[in-house]
């Protein structure tokens, strides 16, 4: 926490902060270790933040990051343990590097304008409006989410060309996974996103990558696996999420045109765990949901709840 300082010369006194780092302009960070623990911002520029490498941990009482113009991350380790939104800024850009984010509200937000205090603006959101310059860019990277609120969340676009994105969104209908007012294309990476479904979105037609978005008639339980795989046995996706979910929304290089896709519920699998996300190995013991024929770039399966797991939507019951 900063301590004001009154300055001789012309009397001006500045406000206690208690942000952690706090800059007029620029904040960049290339290396080291950073663990901030602060009432308010972890991380805070009146322009932009820049992330080239380094070793970040940030528990704060409003945003772990935020940057009024522009906050890129090109490398390093940034883990964000508490926070109200994740990181924040009109134009968020994401290269590289490995993200773990905890947020009780957005995990990771764009919108444009200064930053509200928390000890004076919280619990209400920061008064951010609609922007066609307000847009999300994800390159590359791997960004993990936990948000009460919208996992992601663009008061404006999104795009996504490549990466790992894992959301564990939120489990009441006035939030969403994905929520964006503008466009969301997605050409490249590995996408998985669940939470709640009255407000689940999927990615725009403008795409190129196919994705595909299911909603289930009702809560199902955390820890419960969701496992994807094409009709000829090829995994697709093994996953078990860390809330209760009603949605989950996926796509894959691997999601092609013509193909058709088995949704199984339950079951184990022996491959490697990290962040819900299963790798090699073998799955079984699960039961058939559906199959779904992918004849679009962008598939969705019940509105508001279309399919509960084990029966409904064709094809369920039958064991693997």
């Known amino acids: 926490m900063g301590r004001g300082m009154q300055n001789a010369a012309d009397a001006t006194v500045e406000a206690d902060s208690m942000k952690g780092l706090k800059a007029g302009s620029a904040i960049l960070v290339t ?9 308010d911002d972890s991380l805070n520029s009146n322009d932009r933040v820049t992330i080239n490498g380094g070793e970040i941990t940030l528990t704060s009482g409003d945003d772990g990051i935020h940057a009024n113009t522009a906050l890129d991350i090109n490398n390093g380790t940034l ?25 009780s509200d957005d995990g990771i937000n764009v919108a444009g304008g200064n930053d509200a205090s928390a000890l004076g603006g919280r619990p209400g959101q920061n008064d951010f409006t609609a922007n066609t310059n ?11 989410v936990d948000a009460g609120g919208d996992g992601l969340d663009s008061n404006g676009a999104m795009d996504m060309n490549g990466g790992t994105v894992i959301v564990n969104g939120p489990t ?25 479904s009255g407000m689940a979105m999927t990615p725009t037609t403008d795409s190129t990558q196919y994705s595909l978005l299911v909603n289930f008639t009702s809560m199902v339980t ?30 894959t290089p691997a999601i092609a045109n013509g193909a ?38 962008v598939t969705g399966v019940g509105s508001g709840g279309g399919m509960l797991p084990g029966g409904g939507g064709g094809g369920g019951g039958r064991g693997r």
């Not at 307000?134 to 993990?144: E, Q, R, S, T």
């Not at 058709?260 to 039961?287: E, F, H, I, M, W």
């Open 31 to 39: 290396g080291g270790i950073i663990n901030i623990d602060s009432a």
């Open 79 to 103: 883990t964000i343990t508490k926070s109200y939104e994740g990181i924040e800024s009109a134009v968020i850009t994401i290269n590289g590097g490995t993200m773990h984010i905890t947020a």
């Open 134 to 144: 307000n847009y999300l860019y994800m390159n590359d990277g791997y960004i993990y």
């Open 172 to 196: 009441n209908d006035g939030n969403g996974p994905l929520d964006y007012l503008g466009s969301f294309t997605l050409d490249g990476g590995f996408l998985i996103a669940v939470g709640s």
């Open 222 to 251: 955390a820890g419960t696996m969701l496992h994807f795989e094409t009709s000829d046995g090829e995994e697709i996706a093994t996953f078990v999420p860390a809330k209760e979910y009603q949605s989950i929304l996926i796509s």
């Open 260 to 297: 058709t896709l088995d949704l199984y519920y339950g079951g184990t699998s022996t491959g490697s765990l990290v962040d819900g996300l299963y790798t090699g190995g073998s799955y079984s013991g699960g039961t058939l949901v559906t199959s779904l024929d992918i004849t679009s770039v």
